[in-house]
């Protein structure tokens, strides 16, 4: 189960943070850093969390590696949650209708 990874990887207030951060585009370790109350190695290895989590994806530039949001990780995670909003859909569609029902009565 990806989601289950995702979730877990994401239960670090830390590491939710660095995640947050990259929804600004992608970024090196060093600006992910900056203002954090931990070091730079340690934003190093809450992205390798990340990263195994499949939420985080890199590509090397030069001397530095770049950090991004990986669309398929959080699909997976997306896709679990999705399916308690259909269920909540599905159950205000039914109270819609019946109130209407009843409206008609």
């Not at 203002?35 to 340690?42: D, E, I, T």
């Given at each position: 189960?990806?989601?289950?990874?995702?979730?877990e990887a994401l239960a670090?207030?830390?590491?939710?943070?660095?995640?947050?951060?990259l929804r600004a585009g992608p970024s090196p370790v060093g600006h992910l850093a900056r203002g954090?109350?931990?070091?730079?190695?340690?934003?190093?290895?809450?992205?390798?969390?990340?990263?195994?989590?499949g939420l985080v994806s890199e590509v090397q530039d030069g001397?530095?590696?770049i950090y991004r949001i990986d669309p398929q990780g959080l699909g997976a995670l997306r896709a679990w949650l999705d399916q308690f909003w259909e269920n909540a859909?599905?159950?205000?569609?039914?109270e819609a209708e019946q109130s209407?029902?009843?409206e008609d009565k």
């Amino acid at each position: 189960m990806a989601y289950d990874n995702a979730l877990e990887a994401l239960a670090d207030p830390t590491r939710r943070r660095v995640f947050e951060r990259l929804r600004a585009g992608p970024s090196p370790v060093g600006h992910l850093a900056r203002g954090l109350p931990v070091s730079r190695p340690a934003v190093s290895q809450h992205l390798k969390v990340l990263k195994e989590a499949g939420l985080v994806s890199e590509v090397q530039d030069g001397t530095r590696r770049i950090y991004r949001i990986d669309p398929q990780g959080l699909g997976a995670l997306r896709a679990w949650l999705d399916q308690f909003w259909e269920n909540a859909l599905d159950a205000f569609k039914a109270e819609a209708e019946q109130s209407h029902k009843d409206e008609d009565k």
